[in-house]
């Protein structure tokens, strides 16, 4: 079954400064990859996702990146402001009313 | 548009006692459903496959004669824990998926289990 990779499993960095947070799955029939920020005691609320069709993917301030061959896709988050402090999951899937399977976290800290 | 409710918000219980939790979609009708598991700085764990009108699907190491899963109409799948026991403590998240979306899932605010 799918097996998805996340790293770091804790960042920290300073206010204004750039986030990434790197994943790998292992099944190269998942076309759809979600990232969610979850708060403490609160659902998983996605963020941006990106489909196998596409390579990059841009809202505000937040970006996705996905190589198909290497398998491999990123969240970057730029200009990090405080409220960005949170756990965040990438995830993968094999589409329309399939089973997401998640990464195992990202603790992110925004330092003042 | 897309919500997903669960209920209960929180439920305390006692070892040996079952406890069922409801996962609705209010607004779309969901042929699938899933239940997540995730204890605390964990992540969310796949425990099952809900298919209206069908049989769960469970994920190996879940038993599914402990967790019961009903997914009764196109907006409601509960998930039943039997003899529940300490270590069935945990936050309970439900999502469904609406058959015209491409991949997304709708998650319900989760339900926080304790087991005494």
């Known amino acids: 079954g799918e097996n998805v990779e996340q790293h770091p499993s804790t960042l920290s960095v300073q206010e204004g400064d750039s986030a990434v947070i790197k994943c790998t799955y292992s099944?190269?029939?998942?076309?759809?990859f979600p990232w969610y920020k979850q708060e403490l005691g609160k659902r998983p609320q996605l963020i941006i996702d990106?489909?196998?069709?596409?390579g990059e993917k841009k809202d505000q301030r937040i970006a996705v990146t996905l190589n198909k061959t290497a398998k491999h896709f990123s969240l970057h988050i730029t200009e990090t402001q405080p409220e960005d402090s949170a756990v965040y999951f990438c995830?993968?899937?094999?589409?329309?009313?399939?089973?997401?399977?998640f990464g195992s976290g990202t603790r992110l800290s925004i330092r003042p | 548009g897309a919500v997903v409710s669960q209920h209960p918000s929180w439920v305390i219980c006692k070892s040996g006692t079952s406890v069922k939790i409801e996962c609705r979609s209010l607004?779309?009708?969901?042929?699938?459903m899933f239940w997540y598991r995730q204890f605390p700085k964990q992540s969310l764990m796949l425990m099952a496959t809900?298919?209206?009108?069908?049989?769960?699907?469970?994920e190996q190491g879940v038993e599914k004669d402990k967790f019961l899963i009903n997914h009764a109409s196109l907006t409601l799948s509960t998930l039943t824990v039997t003899s529940a026991h300490p270590e069935d403590s945990s936050f309970y998240i439900c999502?469904?998926?609406?058959?015209?979306?491409?991949?997304?899932?709708?998650f319900g605010p989760g339900t926080r289990l304790t087991v005494t």
């Open positions: 099944d190269s029939a998942s076309n759809y």
């Open positions: 607004d779309f009708q969901a042929t699938t």
């Open positions: 990106i489909r196998s069709n596409v």
């Open positions: 809900s298919n209206e009108g069908s049989k769960a699907t469970y």
């Open positions: 999502s469904a998926s609406r058959d015209t979306d491409t991949g997304e899932q709708y």
């Open positions: 995830a993968a899937s094999k589409g329309s009313a399939s089973k997401i399977i």
